[in-house]
């Protein structure tokens, strides 16, 4: 599965403001509405399914990137957000240090094969130390939408 396929182009945010992780995921989701791949009547309800996952469990999972993560019957099209935090978040990472790449992942209920080929992609890319600090020093969602189309590319050729 490729990156660019998932990725929703419109929910790049190469600034993420917030600083606390509930509001980091409000904000990422906001970005998913506003891109026109979810609706804003589910703004609420997928905000609070994502913190509840991640009072199950941290999906920070270290070297400063965190892969939030849902399924859900609403969702028909896989959709991620890609969000960068220059500051840091406090995601309670299983390396307890502060996350500043963020890919949030939306889900539909039925398809635990194609979340299991998402979440394969992210964690392929998301492993690469060059691929995590390209992705903190991009500045601008063309940047990250490069760095994306050479993630594919290089997968491809894997």
Known sequence: MKLLDIVVKKAINPNLVATKRDAAIAEIIDSIVEAGALSPKLRDEFVKAVIRRENRGSTGFGHGVAVPHVKHAAITKMAVAVAVSTSGVDFNALDRQPVYSILLLLSPE?????????????????????????????????????????????????
């Open 110 to 158: 039925d398809q635990p094969e194609e979340h299991l080929d998402a979440m394969e992609a992210i964690f392929g890319n998301l492993s690469q130390e060059t691929f995590r600090r390209f992705l903190r020093q991009a500045g601008t969602a063309k940047e990250i939408l490069a760095l994306l189309a050479e993630a594919d590319a290089n997968a491809a050729v894997r």
